[in-house]
């Protein structure tokens, strides 16, 4: 058929159209909190830091993140546990500090947020309850005279 549409062309739109209508099922996830601490860097993107700054000097013309991190990939593959045990250590290192952080963090959440509330509520409560008592009393000051 010349400038016509096939069946074929009528059938892969039906079922991109069936597929958008099942993703508006899905649930949102909620949404991420931006003070929550990041999770630390494994022992391979530790020793990938060090690795693109080396591979920048040495292939200054090469800009594409692809090669970088194949590259990168491959020289870590070939690396011994030795080798890599000071990438690990500092892996570890950053763990640690991560775990104190987020066990500071969660105490913030847990304590922080309910007393947080909690002041802001009696707060409005006592000044609506002033100035109640500032209505009714001059009221009561015009009703005297």
């Known amino acids: 058929m010349k400038g016509g549409r096939s069946r074929a062309d009528d059938r892969g739109t039906d079922s991109k159209l069936k597929s958008k209508s099942s993703g508006a099922n899905k649930k949102k996830a909620p949404a991420k909190d931006p003070?929550?601490?990041?999770?630390?860097?494994?022992?391979?993107f530790v020793f990938m830091e060090e690795f693109r700054q080396q591979f920048k000097k040495d292939h200054p013309?090469?800009?594409?993140v692809a090669a970088v991190?194949?590259?990168?990939g491959e020289k870590w593959k070939s690396m011994s546990t030795s080798e890599k045990a000071p990438f690990v250590e500092r892996a570890e290192k950053r763990k640690k500090e991560?775990?104190?952080?987020?066990?500071?963090y969660n105490k913030k959440l847990?304590?922080?947020n309910n007393r947080g509330e909690d002041d802001e509520s009696d707060k409005s409560?006592?000044?609506v309850n002033d100035e109640d008592d500032d209505?009714?009393?001059?009221?009561e000051e015009d009703d005297d005279e």
């Open 35 to 44: 003070n929550k601490p990041k999770r630390p860097a494994s022992a391979f």
């Open 61 to 64: 013309n090469n800009k594409s």
């Open 69 to 72: 991190g194949k590259a990168g």
């Open 98 to 104: 991560y775990e104190k952080t987020m066990q500071a």
């Open 110 to 112: 847990a304590g922080g």
């Open 125 to 127: 409560k006592s000044e």
């Open 135 to 139: 209505e009714e009393g001059s009221d």
